[in-house]
């Protein structure tokens, strides 16, 4: 029997257990990492030659990177893994990819995409200026290059990633400013109920929060942003909030790490043409699965953050459910027992981590209150330098009710970044202004080359 084509997106948490769980079955997949090496953004491994110990770059998680990577390095010889290579289109039954300026495309009889998360994010008037980091990006400076973004740094955002980067720069010497969440500190119950579902993890952010304070940063709750002070020259300099209490208050600081919790990297399931649904509770459009991560698409399968946002212990689980979904789907017999035997446990491994992050979201909510009475000089599109004044002209004056709509008048998602920055605030804007549900505005389409290729760009070659 001819053994399955199976590519797998990401060698994060879900790609790397994904991969596992093949190679156990006897079956050697195809590993496609945009990284250079492997581990995703939360177990993002060091550079050759760096030395740094795992508790000292990855904390409380310091044993479950390790082990990741060590599954990793134990793969290695059994899997195809091409790091450094960019999936940048799907179409039916083929992954196309680049990798030093080579296109090459993939045939596949089962791709799992575990393409992982990126920054959700909210935009600030002056977050235009140098200086200003997604929390990833900051994260990444000190994980893959040991320095800060700056020598004074304000943490502002919402979610367990904002305290988790902010007391990794504390750990690391830096100057942590402030840290500013928009999330009030009382929490509602159903957040409460959510959170205990995994009471370590919530004992961590109450450990987080509390070294934060113990040092010294300011870590102010409920606050709203108003502005990121700065000018062309020096970059920014300031951020200004209005507290709980309604006072302004004011943070030197010359860098900015922003960040509202996650939005998953769903640009190979839409191109898939795999069918998404509207979360409200998160309020973003989420490609739509079956309990174990089968897409609407025969033969796709989508596992870890990139289809739901269930942190680093539930990508693992996910990866591994898909990885045998497929296998028995493909008629693997070694697949197909694990498969019927693991199967359970797995599914009710996700659900307990779908509780928690349904407390998360009702703990740390997305402030689309702040999109909408954003002033309209603010910059939304960084990319294109589009303002929140020109979305609203193109619904008022255009008739523009649908983001498709107003990108195509506006050129607002349209930048290096494909909307990832801008997609989520810029729907809540054309929402506001045209009074109806955020639902209704539908989300932006993704359009191939899911990231810009190089001009020289050489032409597909099969493999």
Same mark, same amino acid.
């Given at each position: 029997?001819?053994?399955? #084509?199976? !590519?797998?997106? +990401?060698? *994060? @948490?879900?790609?790397?257990?994904? /991969?596992?769980?093949?190679?156990?079955? $006897?079956?050697?997949?195809?590993?496609?990492?945009?990284g250079?090496?492997?581990?995703?953004?939360?177990?993002?491994?060091?550079?050759?030659?760096?030395?740094?110990?795992?508790?000292?770059?990855?904390?409380?998680?310091a044993?479950?990177?390790?082990s990741?990577?060590e599954?990793?390095?134990?793969?290695?010889?059994?899997?195809?893994y091409?790091?450094?290579?960019?999936?940048?289109?799907?179409?039916?039954?083929?992954?196309?990819?680049?990798?030093?300026?080579?296109?090459v495309?993939?045939?596949?009889?089962?791709?799992?995409?575990?393409?992982?998360?990126?920054?959700?994010?909210?935009?600030?008037?002056?977050?235009?200026r140098?200086?200003?980091?997604s929390?990833?990006?900051?994260q990444?400076?000190?994980?893959?290059?040991?320095?800060?973004?700056?020598? #004074?740094? !304000?943490?502002? +955002?919402? *979610? @367990?990633?904002?305290?988790?980067v /902010?007391?990794?720069?504390?750990?690391? $010497?830096?100057?942590?400013?402030?840290?500013l969440?928009?999330?009030?500190?009382?929490?509602?119950w159903?957040a409460?109920r959510?959170?205990?579902?995994?009471?370590?993890?919530?004992?961590?952010?109450?450990?987080?929060?509390?070294?934060?304070?113990?040092?010294?940063?300011?870590v102010?709750?409920?606050?709203?942003?108003?502005?990121?002070?700065?000018d062309?020259?020096r970059g920014?300099?300031?951020?200004?909030?209005?507290?709980?209490?309604?006072?302004?208050?004011?943070?030197?600081?010359?860098?900015?790490?922003?960040?509202?919790?996650?939005r998953?990297?769903?640009?190979?399931?839409?191109?898939?043409?795999?069918?998404?649904?509207?979360?409200?509770?998160?309020?973003?459009?989420?490609?739509?699965?079956?309990?174990?991560?089968?897409?609407?698409?025969?033969?796709?399968?989508?596992? +870890?953050? *990139?289809?739901?946002?269930?942190?680093?212990?539930?990508?693992?689980?996910?990866?591994?459910l898909?990885?045998?979904?497929?296998?028995?789907?493909?008629?693997?017999?070694?697949?197909?027992?694990?498969?019927?035997?693991?199967?359970?446990?797995?599914?009710?491994?996700l659900?307990?981590?779908?509780?928690?992050?349904?407390?998360?979201?009702?703990?740390?909510?997305?402030?689309?209150?702040?999109a909408?009475?954003?002033?309209?000089?603010?910059?939304?599109?960084?990319?294109?330098?589009?303002?929140?004044?020109?979305?609203?002209?193109?619904?008022?004056?255009?008739?523009?009710?649908e983001?498709?709509?107003?990108?195509?008048f506006?050129?607002?998602?349209?930048?290096?970044?494909?909307?990832?920055?801008?997609?989520?605030?810029?729907?809540?804007?054309?929402?506001?202004?045209?009074?109806?549900?955020?639902?209704?505005?539908?989300?932006?389409r993704?359009?191939?080359p899911?990231k810009?290729?190089?001009?020289?760009?050489?032409?597909a070659?099969?493999?």
């Open positions: 029997m001819t053994p399955p #084509r199976i !590519v797998i997106v +990401g060698a *994060g @948490p879900a790609g790397v257990r994904a /991969a596992q769980a093949l190679v156990e079955c $006897g079956v050697r997949p195809l590993v496609i990492d945009e250079q090496r492997d581990g995703g953004q939360i177990y993002r491994r060091q550079p050759a030659g760096f030395t740094r110990p795992y508790a000292k770059l990855y904390g409380t998680e044993a479950k990177a390790q990741l990577h599954t990793f390095d134990a793969l290695r010889a059994h899997i195809d091409r790091p450094g290579t960019l999936a940048w289109n799907v179409t039916e039954g083929q992954l196309h990819a680049v990798h030093d300026g080579q296109a495309t993939l045939p596949y009889d089962a791709l799992i995409a575990c393409s992982g998360a990126t920054d959700r994010l909210m935009p600030v008037p002056g977050w235009q140098a200086g200003c980091y929390l990833g990006a900051a990444i400076a000190l994980k893959a290059q040991a320095c800060a973004i700056g020598a #004074r740094t !304000v943490f502002m +955002g919402s *979610g @367990p990633l904002l305290y988790l /902010a007391t990794q720069y504390l750990k690391a $010497g830096a100057n942590v400013a402030a840290l969440d928009t999330a009030p500190a009382s929490k509602p159903a409460l959510g959170l205990l579902t995994r009471p370590r993890l919530a004992w961590l952010g109450v450990r987080m929060m509390a070294l934060l304070r113990r040092r010294g940063v300011p102010l709750q409920g606050v709203q942003p108003i502005a990121i002070d700065g062309e020259t920014a300099t300031a951020v200004r909030v209005r507290d709980a209490h309604g006072r302004e208050r004011r943070f030197e600081a010359e860098a900015v790490a922003l960040g509202w919790h996650l998953a990297e769903t640009q190979l399931a839409d191109l898939a043409r795999c069918e998404f649904m509207f979360e409200p509770q998160s309020r973003q459009w989420l490609p739509r699965i079956d309990a174990d991560g089968r897409s609407t698409v025969r033969g796709v399968y989508l596992a +870890g953050d *990139g289809a739901r946002i269930l942190g680093a212990d539930g990508a693992e689980a996910a990866g591994r898909a990885a045998l979904a497929a296998l028995a789907d493909l008629g693997v017999d070694d697949g197909a027992r694990r498969y019927t035997t693991e199967a359970a446990d797995l599914r009710r491994t659900e307990k981590m779908d509780r928690f992050r349904a407390g998360l979201v009702a703990a740390f909510p997305w402030p689309h209150a702040h909408a009475a954003l002033p309209d000089d603010t910059i939304v599109c960084r990319c294109e330098c589009i303002t929140a004044g020109e979305l609203r002209a193109c619904v008022h004056e255009k008739g523009s009710r983001v498709n709509r107003a990108k195509a506006s050129r607002v998602g349209m930048g290096r970044c494909q909307g990832r920055f801008c997609g989520h605030a810029g729907a809540e804007i054309v929402a506001a202004a045209a009074g109806v549900p955020i639902e209704v505005v539908g989300r932006l993704t359009q191939a899911v810009p290729l190089a001009m020289d760009t050489r032409e070659e099969s493999a």
